[in-house]
């Protein structure tokens, strides 16, 4: 179980996320839509203090940190119960396929490099990349490379995965690879919140869709109503600009 209570970001005088509340339940998959802007991705990122929130509080199972008053050790420990997947890779350009994928269970969970290289060729096994594990990021396509990224968060066994826009980098005929990837790890009820503008991929994977606009929670809900029903006007002026060939009701 995941609980986000009251969490605020303000970079100078702007407030760009003003006071989020959302619970995740284990092994739930709950994808963040909304307009560019609207703080889907400041928000994923205080999740884990990649953006450290000015205020609010992230619990996850029995583990807490207020946002407020963080010390060095909670982040840490935060941390090593998530996993971020980033919209532009972030590979160690010097370092192989393999090598990318062991590098966090060496240095952050300090395990031995043999136990690390093979929980990092079984995840990669996974995600259809074992015959890369010898190759470099620049002899990878857009796709690989992001698997490359999944692969590397799956083999922390996090909590939870955070995925930032996970296709948006990528040529349109890249995107099927990346998703059906992120498919295959949701049925293995590892639970997940994704920002993404893959609407259809939202309205398949997702066990619960979240709304944002203006740094607030507009709206959410399980996915079969939030994309035929929504209840605020906010949603479905985004749902009929996005994906036009939705009979939004209301």
């Keep these: 179980?995941?609980?986000?209570?009251?969490?605020?970001?303000?970079?100078?005088?702007?407030?760009?996320?003003?006071?989020?509340?959302?619970?995740?339940?284990?092994?739930?998959?709950?994808?963040?839509l909304g307009p560019s802007g609207s703080g889907k991705t400041t928000f994923l990122r205080c999740v884990n203090f990649l953006e450290k929130p000015n205020e609010g509080e992230v619990i996850i199972d029995n583990f807490s940190i207020d946002c407020k008053k963080p010390n060095?050790?909670?982040?840490?420990?935060?941390?090593?119960?998530?996993?971020?997947?980033?919209?532009?890779?972030?590979?160690?350009k010097h370092k192989t396929v393999l090598e990318n994928v062991m590098e966090g269970l060496i240095i952050v969970q300090k395990l031995p490099k043999e136990t690390a290289k093979k929980k990092s060729l079984e995840v990669l096994e996974k995600v259809g990349l074992i015959e890369k594990r010898d190759a470099y990021p620049s002899q990878l396509s857009g796709g690989q490379q992001?698997?490359?990224?999944?692969?590397?968060?799956?083999?922390?066994?996090?909590?939870?995965?955070?995925?930032?826009?996970?296709?948006?980098?990528l040529d349109p005929e890249l995107v099927g690879e990346v998703l059906e990837v992120i498919k295959k790890i949701a049925n293995e009820g590892i639970t997940m919140i994704v920002v993404t503008h893959e609407m259809g991929f939202a309205r398949d994977v997702s066990n619960h869709v979240?709304?944002?606009?203006?740094?607030?929670?507009?709206?959410?809900?399980?996915?079969?109503?939030i994309f035929t029903n929504?209840?605020?006007?906010?949603?479905?002026?985004?749902?009929?600009?996005?994906?036009?060939?939705?009979?939004?009701?209301?």
Excluded: C, W
């Excluded at 992001?146 to 980098?169: H, M, Y």
């Design 1 to 32: 179980m995941i609980q986000l209570k009251n969490i605020k970001k303000s970079f100078h005088d702007q407030e760009v996320l003003r006071g989020i509340n959302l619970t995740v339940k284990k092994g739930e998959i709950v994808v963040i």
């Design 72 to 92: 060095k050790k909670d982040i840490l420990a935060l941390r090593k119960r998530t996993a971020m997947v980033f919209q532009h890779y972030n590979l160690f």
């Design 146 to 169: 992001q698997r490359v990224g999944i692969a590397r968060a799956l083999a922390l066994n996090p909590e939870v995965i955070l995925f930032d826009e996970p296709t948006s980098a």
């Design 210 to 225: 979240v709304f944002m606009d203006q740094g607030i929670i507009v709206e959410e809900g399980h996915p079969a109503v």
């Design 230 to 250: 929504p209840k605020e006007e906010r949603t479905k002026r985004f749902l009929k600009r996005i994906t036009p060939q939705l009979a939004l009701g209301g």
